[in-house]
């Protein structure tokens, strides 16, 4: 069965590069969930696309930007990368309310030197 | 406080033990309730669900008290893959919003 899937799996950048992390959601799932995980840390919820409009915003910096696509895959940017920008992050997908639960991508580790 | 909060652990326990968590939330009209298994470095996988009436699937069995904000999971006849950090989850709403995780419970079987 289809997936989340994520990429790039892995990223290096230097501190104040900019990433841009894809994420494509199972078909026919339309809510996407973006969260970043540190080291030793439970994953914190960023921001949510219902729909390709933003659903719902967490803990994230004005640093970073998300959008959902006509074709629902998402994208999280990030600009002005800091050293604690560094963790796992992860994708999500769901369809309308998460009585079934959310089904993660295998995320993108970015390491920031 | 935090919104989800867990037993600290690390659980070390005997192959073939059974094992129990607790989850507690601090929001009453929170709606759906998830078990989430999470291996070193990898991403969060949904374990179970958890209802009302209280569900079991194999040797994991979990609990709702609403009463008490309070959720359970019991581990039987412990494996060695079985050793993750868990997770518990929760919606605080309907429709489509975030969930919110705890922060976790780690358990080690041992041989």
């Known amino acids: 069965a289809a997936g989340v899937i994520q990429s790039p799996r892995h990223l290096i950048k230097e501190k104040r590069e900019t990433a841009t992390l894809k994420c494509y959601p199972i078909?026919?799932?339309?809510?996407v969930y973006w969260y970043q995980q540190g080291p030793g840390q439970d994953p914190q919820f960023l921001i949510s696309f219902y729909e390709k409009m933003q659903s719902d915003k967490g803990s994230i910096p004005d640093r970073f930007s998300a959008q959902q696509f006509s074709d629902y895959h998402s994208e999280l940017n990030m600009s002005s990368l800091e050293l604690g920008d560094s963790a796992l992050y992860f994708c999500?997908?769901?369809?309308?309310?998460?009585?079934?639960?959310?089904?993660f991508g295998s995320g993108t580790r970015l390491t920031v030197v | 406080r935090k919104e989800v909060e867990q037993d600290p652990g690390p659980f070390n326990v005997p192959e073939g033990a059974t094992v129990a968590f607790n989850c507690t939330y601090s929001?009453?009209?929170?709606?759906?309730f998830f078990w989430y298994r999470q291996d070193c470095r990898k991403e969060p996988k949904l374990l179970m669900s958890?209802?009302?009436s209280g569900n079991e699937d194999g040797r994991f069995t979990a609990q709702l008290n609403r009463a008490s904000q309070y959720i359970s999971l019991l581990i039987r006849d412990s494996k060695l893959s079985d050793s993750a950090t868990y997770l518990c989850v929760v919606n605080p709403e309907t429709s489509y919003d975030k969930v919110i995780f705890g922060p976790g419970t780690s358990l080690s079987v041992i041989p």
């Open positions: 958890v209802y009302s």
């Open positions: 929001n009453s009209a929170s709606q759906s």
């Open positions: 999500a997908s769901s369809t309308t309310g998460t009585s079934f639960g959310y089904t």
């Open positions: 078909p026919r799932h339309d809510t």
